[in-house]
């Protein structure tokens, strides 16, 4: 069983289309992040969410925005999305505060 | 802020050779600290950890000793395979929940 994933794993899209990306995480962790990764391999954290607080990194537009139906899931969805979206996105999720994350697989976004 | 910087790729290495990527960091308080490792296409995986000074993490030949009083996690491995070729991240997570990640070195061994 997978610990992480998401969906869907490769994402093609025109500019000015709102798209959504899920995650779900079957570990019973209590805390769900999204980073996103450029071309270079930069990893940058975009939001970290339990079910007591979001906690969002200032340097995200705010057409980006986290959705959780419930504690296994933290879907991200992005609206009018801009060239410079595309990238690698991976949702990751851990359970005690200084323990490491599991990470899904990743999703590449491409916008054209 | 937290901050973990990483020696800048690529590094490249031929079989067998040993191995150091050198990770520095800054933090308040008494961090864990993490290297992970992504293979080309997948997700990150998490290679070793440590959570307190002095701690050695260890996995797959590879180690990383916590040195608080350098503020450093240097990842080694006595002899590399191919099939260690892959991107390694150096990692910490605070008490404030958030894991930061360095940029990344890229290890490529050749037989």
């Known amino acids: 069983d997978t610990a992480v994933s998401q969906t869907p794993k490769y994402l093609v899209t025109q500019m000015g289309n709102d798209k959504s990306i899920k995650c779900e995480q079957n570990?019973?962790?209590?805390?769900m992040y999204w980073y996103k990764q450029d071309s270079k391999k930069f990893l940058k954290i975009m939001f970290s969410?339990?079910?007591?607080?979001?906690?969002i990194n200032e340097t995200v537009p705010n057409r980006f925005s986290p959705k959780s139906p419930d504690k296994a899931h933290l879907n991200l969805h992005i609206n009018s999305l801009e060239l410079g979206d595309s990238a690698v996105y991976f949702c990751?999720?851990?359970?005690?505060?200084?323990?490491?994350?599991?990470f899904g697989q990743g999703t590449r976004l491409t916008v054209v | 802020g937290d901050s973990v910087t990483q020696m800048e790729g690529p590094v490249t290495l031929s079989e067998e050779a040993f191995l150091t990527i050198n990770c520095t960091y800054t933090a308040t308080g008494y961090p864990s600290l993490f290297w992970y490792v992504q293979y080309p296409g997948e997700g990150l995986q998490l290679l070793l950890k440590?959570?307190?000074?002095?701690d050695k993490g260890s996995n797959k030949g590879f180690e990383a000793t916590y040195r608080k009083e350098t503020t450093s996690f240097h990842l080694e491995k006595g002899s590399v395979q191919v099939s260690d070729s892959a991107v390694y991240f150096c990692?910490?997570?605070?008490?404030?929940?958030?894991?930061?990640f360095g940029g990344g070195t890229r290890l490529m061994v050749k037989p």
């Open positions: 570990l019973g962790h209590d805390t």
């Open positions: 969410y339990n079910n007591k607080e979001l906690i």
């Open positions: 990692a910490l997570r605070d008490a404030g929940n958030m894991l930061t």
């Open positions: 990751a999720s851990s359970q005690e505060r200084l323990a490491g994350a599991f």
């Open positions: 440590a959570t307190k000074a002095d």
